[in-house]
């Protein structure tokens, strides 16, 4: 496998992770598991790629401002998950926070599988794209079990 696929790979399941929290509904154990789950996906994926794709990006010119803008999203869906953390899961203000997160994650995503990968894969050769992979995915994995 190479890079974009084991990215994809998580991408899919965060999309099904999020499309099911949007679904729950008040202080429900369902919800808080679901939380708990996509907010330590959503952790663990962004420094993953961030250490095993963005950062071997930043220093090409045409990857640069890429791979900062994915960065920077990062960083809006880790606010919008401390939003959530503070309030209550019965709330209104919670499912309206929660579908920003959704949104977000979502044009994420397609920003990456649209556009990055794409680019980047005018950068990375063929066995940087495998290594990447296995960076990435030994990362996922170690951490993912903490």
Do not use: C
Not at 19 to 31: F, W, Y
Not at 83 to 101: F, N, R, T, V
């Amino acid at each position: 496998m190479n890079i974009y696929e084991e990215i994809r790979k998580d991408h899919d399941k965060q999309r099904q992770l999020l499309n099911k929290l949007v679904a729950t509904s008040g202080d429900s154990e369902s919800r808080d598991k679901l939380f708990k789950a996509i907010k330590v996906e959503l952790e663990i994926h962004a420094n993953a790629e961030e250490r095993h794709f963005y950062k071997p990006l930043i220093s090409n010119d045409m990857m640069q401002e890429k791979a900062r803008h994915g960065i920077a999203e990062h960083h809006e869906i880790d606010e919008l998950i401390e939003q959530l953390k503070e309030i209550a899961y019965d709330s209104s203000a919670w499912l309206k926070i929660a579908k920003d997160l959704k949104e977000k994650v979502e044009h994420h995503l397609k920003d990456e599988e649209h556009q990055f990968f794409q680019l980047s894969g005018k950068v990375f050769s063929e066995s940087e794209k495998k290594s990447l992979a296995k960076e990435y995915r030994d990362y996922m994995s170690k951490n993912l079990k903490k």
